[in-house]
């Protein structure tokens, strides 16, 4: 059973929340969101926001509070083989309340599929279904992403 290692990211001026599914194996390594190189969430969101490359957890986090994005994910703990999110069983759902009751969230997307699922079954809520970031999503192109991920924009204007 792992169990999701990191806090939500977000504040009181936090207008949407992204969620993945659950922290990959290089992301609990390297102890922060999206860190496998090869994973095009940091890139999508500094070219959307037209922000130079992010370097650091604090320029992550910096980036994300000034554009008013919550980050967190959708399971809290589950079973998972490696970064599978299909291997992905015994799911337990993160508790949303404090990110919800704190902050001014207007829409939820979730970053791919698994994430999707796993808010529509656990949370009772229809989140904004995005297409994955990660490497395993492959058929995307970062154009491709670039342009479906847009819709996030929208809610922070």
Known sequence: MQIHPFKPIFNKSS??????S??????RLDGFYYAHKQNRFWKVLSLLFDEPKLNNVKEKVDFLLRHRVALYDAAFSCDVKGSSDSS??????????RIFENAKIEQVFANGVRAYIICKKFHKFEPVKLPSTSPANAKYKLEDLLEEWKIILKYLE
């Open 22 to 27: 659950f922290p990959s194996v290089r992301s």
């Open 88 to 97: 992905m069983k015994n799911i337990f759902p993160t508790n949303l309340n």
């Open 15 to 20: 207008k949407i929340l992204i969620l993945g």
